[in-house]
């Protein structure tokens, strides 16, 4: 005679195994938004440095070079 109040075995080790995949797949989408994120900000700033060095390098070739001194004897 089986017990109906009985749950079939394996089953909490299932439900133990579920909860843990579950865990997993969140903490992977966390660290997947957190990577988004810091690959975005990477870029943006990328971005921001070569925008200064190319407007740095504009402001260097537009001026003329400074006079060389001349040489005492």
């Known amino acids: 005679m089986a ?3 009985m749950s079939p075995p394996g089953s ?6 579920t909860a843990s995949e ?3 797949a ?3 989408e966390m660290i997947d938004k957190e990577r988004a994120a810091t690959d975005a900000k ?8 070569l925008a ?3 407007e740095e390098a504009a402001r260097v070739a537009a ?5 060389k001194p001349k040489r005492r004897r």
């Open 52 to 54: 200064k060095e190319a």
């Open 42 to 49: 990477t870029a943006k700033l990328r971005a921001l440095r």
């Open 3 to 5: 017990n109906p109040n």
């Open 12 to 17: 909490r080790a299932q439900a133990s195994f």
């Open 26 to 28: 969140l903490v992977r």
């Open 63 to 67: 001026a003329p070079p400074p006079p």
């Open 22 to 24: 579950q865990r997993d």
